[in-house]
């Protein structure tokens, strides 16, 4: 039983969206993802997957995307990606799979870890910040802090996390999502959002004693990453 994390899917199963504008690698992709998937999860694994699940507007064309990956082996645990609008009620979505669970100011169990999250947002902490980027900036510290708390009163005592907006950026200094994540003495996190020379150029490895993992799909090269 092993914890692995890929994030940035983009499935469009339903829809009319290319990948490949956005460069050759990204040529049917999702038949790279599946290969690759295959070739290392057991049904046994679990997966986190951080956001970009899927390039659909509403829940009904979103479904064909979460049936895929609901046929792949493994269970899978997920967080919303800023482009992810076909996302619902958190109630309704954590009834749709017995092998999906959705994270939105809650948490759920992978042995003696609470894996937690929320979906991040753009770091505005700098004078001139844009109000409303403040805003969610804000919501989303809320909503971490949220899934955390629930993993504590449940009894937890490590914690791994996973946001789709990078936490930190490549200058490397704290904010306020990075002084949470250390406060609750964050084991991992694990992100996406970023692609190409960007997600490079991110932190990864350790910082004040936590892992940071990118795990954007073609930074990956579309194979999940193990985490533990």
Not at 114 to 127: F, Y
Request: aromatic letters at 10%; hydrophobic letters at 40%; one cysteine or more.
């Amino acid at each position: 039983m092993a914890l692995y994390a890929i994030s940035d899917l983009h499935l469009a199963l339903n829809g009319d969206k290319p990948m490949d504008v956005f460069g050759e690698k990204w040529y049917k992709h999702e038949e790279k993802i599946a290969e690759n998937w295959r070739e290392v999860i057991k049904e046994t694994d679990t997966v986190l997957i951080a956001g970009d699940i899927s390039w659909s507007i509403k829940m009904e064309e979103g479904m064909a995307d979460l049936n895929y990956i609901h046929m792949l082996p493994g269970r899978k645990i997920l967080v919303k990606g800023n482009h992810d609008y076909w996302w619902s009620s958190i109630t309704k979505l954590n009834k749709l799979f017995e092998d999906m669970n959705f994270i939105q100011n809650n948490h759920f169990s992978y042995g003696e870890y609470a894996i937690c999250g929320t979906r991040g947002w753009n770091i505005a902490e700098e004078e001139g910040a844009d109000p409303q980027d403040k805003k969610v900036y804000l919501r989303e510290q809320i909503r971490l802090r949220l899934s955390l708390e629930s993993a504590v009163r449940a009894g937890f005592k490590k914690f791994i996390v996973m946001l789709h907006y990078p936490p930190i950026l490549d200058n490397q200094e704290d904010n306020s999502i990075t002084r949470i994540i250390e406060e609750y003495k964050v084991e991992k996190v694990i992100y996406g959002h970023l692609h190409g020379p960007s997600a490079n150029k991110m932190l990864k490895g350790m910082h004040h004693g936590v892992e940071y993992i990118m795990t954007s799909s073609d930074y990956l090269n579309f194979k999940p990453v193990r985490i533990i």
